[in-house]
């Protein structure tokens, strides 16, 4: 149980563009799923908090604008990432909390990479 | 506030025991344990919420101390499998986790 999936695995796209990413929680429902961007050998950075129905919760230094989050029903979240730079390039990861302590379950991840 | 773990590295050699701190200068609500692989998703491995607790399985165990300001995780006869980067992560209910900056562990047979 707590599966969590993430679509694309691996994306490149060109500066400017604008690219996509699914995260689905499989087989639970998730009010609150989460974003992060992890640097090569580094943490785990929350980027926002994103709540069905509601708009997303960003941390201070994230443009809202720039990293647009969705989270249209109780199993999918998505991050857009608009106007794509190279320094976009990372790896994005999501998780959906559960349970009654609201662990947190990460989905596969998506490394993005900007030409 | 990020928590602080120590060490940031371990070598082991299979068979051998390791231990992992996960420190705060305030009292935590919970604490998350999880191990990523590189290039994968961090795996949730237990979580604590009380003073005093220990909880674990298999050879895979931690606790938490009285005051809440501090958790270790215990990983015991390590095995190959147990390779990986270990975060703790701490936060509040359904609010975000903090995580720490990680403790990379290899295990060389």
């Known amino acids: 149980g707590a599966v969590v999936s993430q679509h694309p695995s691996r994306v490149i796209c060109k500066s400017g563009t604008s690219v996509k990413i699914e995260c689905r929680s499989l087989d639970f429902q998730a009010t609150t799923m989460f974003w992060y961007r992890q640097f090569p050998k580094q943490s785990l950075m929350l980027m926002a908090t994103s709540n069905e129905g509601s708009k997303a919760t960003y941390e201070q230094g994230v443009e809202k604008d720039k990293f647009l989050i969705n989270h249209a029903s109780l199993t999918l979240s998505t991050l857009t990432v608009t106007s794509a730079h190279p320094e976009d390039s990372s790896f994005y990861i999501c998780?959906?909390?559960?349970?009654?302590?609201?662990?947190?379950?990460f989905g596969p991840g998506t490394r993005l990479t900007v030409t | 506030q990020q928590p602080v773990q120590s060490p940031q590295a371990v070598i082991l050699r299979e068979g051998e025991d390791a231990v992992i701190n996960c420190s705060s200068s305030?009292?935590?609500?919970?604490v998350h344990w999880y191990r990523q692989k590189h290039g994968e998703a961090p795996i949730f491995l237990m979580i604590?919420?009380?003073?005093?607790e220990q909880k674990g399985h298999d050879k895979i165990s931690a606790s938490f101390n009285e005051k809440k300001q501090q958790s270790s995780l215990y990983l015991t006869a390590s095995q190959l499998s147990y390779s990986g980067t270990y975060f703790c992560?701490?936060?509040?209910?359904?609010?975000?986790?903090?995580f720490g900056q990680g403790t990379r562990l290899t295990i060389n047979p």
């Open positions: 604590l919420l009380k003073g005093g």
């Open positions: 992560g701490t936060g509040k209910g359904a609010q975000k986790l903090v």
């Open positions: 998780s959906a909390a559960t349970g009654a302590n609201y662990e947190q379950y």
């Open positions: 305030k009292a935590l609500y919970s």
